[in-house]
Structures are given as C-alpha cells and as structure tokens.
C-alpha cells in the first residue's frame, strides 16, 4: 500500500480538526507565548505581510505558526501565510506573507489571529496540539 493516500488522509483529519478545535492561549505559562505587531504592510501585489513575536521551549512534533486576517466582515477569514517555529525557549521573530485569493485587503484597520501550533503524533495521526494563540488590531499600511 501506498504511503501517499494515508498521508494525505492524515493531512485531512488533522485540518478538519483545526476547523473545530478553538485556538485558545496556553495557560499563564511564560515559555509558551505569541504575539502580532500592530502593523502590518500590504504590498504592491496585494499580498500581505504580518509580523510578531513568539516563545515555546518544548515539542515532540513539528510547530508551525499560522495567522489570519478579517478586514470589514469579521466572518470571513483569510490565512496570511504560515511558517515554522524553533522551540528552544528563547523568544523569536516570526512573519508571514500571503496574498487572500480573489480579495484585495486596503489600508487601514484589520484584526489578526496567529496561532502556535504543534502537530503531535496520537495513534499514528498528527493531531493538533495549541501552544499560544494572541488576537490584536493591526493597522495596514501599503509599502
């Protein structure tokens, strides 16, 4: 059998889980902690570029830090890139760019979700595992 499709079966089960599990902050713990900077720049193409800070010292699995952005219509969210995360307890710079498809962010104010997220190993399936999650108003500015 192919590793592929238990792959990608193990890929839909942990998104389908992203979309019901709520980010919630870790506890009062300081090792584990995200931030978004109040601005955010919004390119010549559209695309978007966020910025924050974030700490986490330990994880079993990869972490990856992913944000989203709502500018007028709180319901609807778009993702603004996603990186990976070092989880050495010291704290660290982060950023993502994106470009929401068929929808033109402007300048001005918008409110940013990012989120630190590891994906552990439970009975063979990577499940989400919620280190921080911080929302903040950001201003966007065209650079």
């Known amino acids: 059998m192919s590793m592929r499709p238990a792959l990608g079966a193990a890929a839909t089960v942990a998104l389908a889980l992203l979309a019901v599990v709520p980010a919630t902050p870790a506890a009062a713990d300081t090792k584990e902690s995200i931030t978004v900077d109040t601005a955010g720049r919004i390119g010549p193409d559209g695309s978007v570029t966020l910025t924050g800070t974030y700490r986490c010292a330990d994880s079993s699995g990869p972490v990856f830090i992913s944000s989203s952005i709502t500018q007028a219509d709180p319901s609807v969210r778009y993702g603004i890139g996603g990186s990976r995360a070092v989880c050495d307890g010291k704290e660290h710079r982060w950023q993502n760019t994106g ?3 068929n929808h033109v962010l402007k300048k001005g104010t918008a409110q940013v979700e ?3 997220m590891e994906l552990r190993l439970q009975g063979g399936l990577p499940l989400p595992d ?3 999650a911080q929302q903040q108003g950001v201003t966007l500015a065209q650079s």
């Open 99 to 101: 470009k929401p498809r």
């Open 114 to 116: 990012a989120t630190l």
């Open 130 to 132: 919620f280190h921080a």
